[in-house]
């Protein structure tokens, strides 16, 4: 259904009503309602709601209205998008769009999770009991990957010379791996991690600038 212009008592009407949601976590009643706005009869609300639901702001199902794009929760199908920051103000704007994993990860049908199970990963603070999430393709030279090396998981940027790879660890250390030496395994190229702390994702910009602010790492 596409939206209608809302007058402005319409959408103050909204902005309650969402304002109301996001931070009551319940619908707020009928007399809460008509006692925020002073209406004379509950007829006002219903009105309102009625001509929300006509411009496509609300929906109505067996358990009432709702609010387009209201979640109990983060959905499989993404992050529902319920609000914009613009000129120093926030102000809440129901839609249908969501942030899905594919906004956050464009490679996403290359990408792939590697459980971690009792292990830290070096570079990365506190990985111990998460994922990380790999890309597969060619692992160029300065590509942020990860590597798997005498029982060790590192991240670090990965350089060949001849028949040995040079492995660049965050912390600026650097060691020298023979390609075909035992117990060395490249795992993939770095596209984020998920731990205690959420979602990580590696930047957007060429691997090889060293743009980490976009992912938790640690140096030390």
Aim: overall charge neutral; charged content about 25%; proline content about 3%.
């Amino acid at each position: 259904m596409s939206r209608k212009h809302l007058t402005s008592k319409q959408h103050a009407f909204l902005q309650f009503l969402a304002e109301h949601v996001r931070k009551q976590k319940v619908w707020p009643t009928y007399r809460e309602i008509v006692d925020y706005f002073g209406y004379r009869s509950p007829n006002s609300v219903t009105q309102n709601l009625q001509a929300l639901a006509k411009k496509g702001y609300l929906s109505r199902d067996h358990n009432g209205y709702r609010l387009v794009g209201q979640r109990g929760g983060v959905q499989p199908a993404g992050f529902p998008i319920q609000g914009t920051i613009e000129g120093g103000t926030f102000e809440i704007s129901l839609t249908i769009d969501k942030l899905t994993l594919r906004d956050l990860f464009p490679g996403l049908d290359k990408t792939f999770a590697v459980r971690i199970d009792g292990q830290e990963v070096r570079g990365i603070d506190r990985i111990d009991g998460g994922y990380l999430l790999l890309q597969d393709g060619e692992i160029g030279d300065g590509h942020l990957s990860a590597v798997l090396h005498d029982g060790a998981v590192a991240l670090g940027r990965v350089y060949r010379d001849e028949d040995r790879l040079r492995l660049e660890h965050l912390d600026g250390t650097e060691a020298g791996i023979a390609a075909d030496a035992p117990g060395f395994q490249l795992l993939g190229r770095y596209a984020g991690h998920i731990n205690q702390r959420g979602i990580a994702r590696a930047p957007s910009q060429d691997y090889a600038e060293h743009a980490l602010d976009d992912v938790v790492l640690a140096t030390t």
